[in-house]
T-cell receptor, first 118, second 112 residues
Framework: SAVISQKPSRDICQRGTSLTIQCQVD?????MFWYRQQPGQSLTLIAT?????????ESGFVIDKFPISRPNLTFSTLTVSNMSPEDSSIYLC???????????????FGPGTRLTVL | AQSVTQPDIHITVSEGASLELRCNYS??????LFWYVQSPGQGLQLLLK??????LVQGIKGFEAEFKRSQSSFNLRKPSVHWSDAAEYFC??????????FGTGTRLTVIP
């Protein structure tokens, strides 16, 4: 399975600032995803990061607030812009591993970035 | 539209006891089904998945799950719980692994 790392693991930020979260995977993958997990909640998909093209955002999420880059098949960044306390969440990167033809595709997750906005 | 229900927000079991976490889904066709576990401060770790074939699926850490089409369920089981199993468990469903909808999670507490 793919091994995924995220940086930073946690951060405390001031209102109005921006934070860029990095996601690195140890193998080339076609699809990478960004999720938000608000305190005590389940996961909500923010967007799918597409290599070489703009990210595909889910309803309720916009590029101006959550710009995403995907410069190659092993790396992506998510920026949380103009932060407010409501943005305090865990942000998770995941990848689609479709190398298991017999076992089907699987999403694997990074360790997450715990963001607190004051 | 697809949806996932995990009816139990919080479950407490004694160490060594058996465990069953419930997951019901709504989806028109046979979905991809997953169970993930999230320990405090950690990301999600895949426990097991179903997408076709044998409806009883074995996973890591001694977990298993059974896909029951007639009940639209994919309940997670473990015969003997260990203290290290205390975590949050998420069921996920989708038409494929690239399009998953997650349940709200079940928090498991294990008492000695």
């Amino acid at each position: 399975s793919a091994v995924i790392s995220q940086k930073p693991s946690r951060d405390i930020c001031q209102r109005g600032t921006s934070l860029t979260i990095q996601c690195q995977v140890d193998s080339q993958v076609t699809m990478m995803f960004w999720y938000r997990q608000q305190p005590g909640q389940s996961l909500t998909l923010i967007a799918t990061a597409n290599q070489g093209s703009e990210a595909t955002y889910e309803s309720g999420f916009v590029i101006d607030k959550f710009p995403i880059s995907r410069p190659n098949l092993t790396f992506s960044t998510l920026t949380v812009s103009n932060m407010s306390p409501e943005d305090s969440s865990i942000y998770l990167c995941s990848v689609l591993d479709n190398s298991g033809v017999a076992s089907g595709d699987t999403q694997y997750f990074g360790p997450g970035t715990r963001l607190t906005v004051l | 539209a697809q949806s996932v229900t995990q009816p139990d927000i919080h479950i407490t079991v004694s160490e060594g006891a058996s465990l069953e976490l419930r997951c019901n889904y709504s989806y028109g066709a046979t979905p991809y089904l997953f169970w993930y576990v999230q320990s405090p401060g950690q990301g999600l770790q895949l426990l097991l998945k179903y997408f076709s074939g044998d409806t009883l699926v074995q996973g890591i850490k001694g977990f298993e799950a059974e896909f029951k089409r007639s009940q639209s369920s994919f309940n997670l089981r473990k015969p003997s719980v260990h203290w290290s199993d205390a975590a949050e468990y998420f069921c996920a469903v989708g038409p494929g692994a690239n399009n998953l909808f997650f349940g709200t999670g079940t928090r498991l507490t294990v008492i000695p």
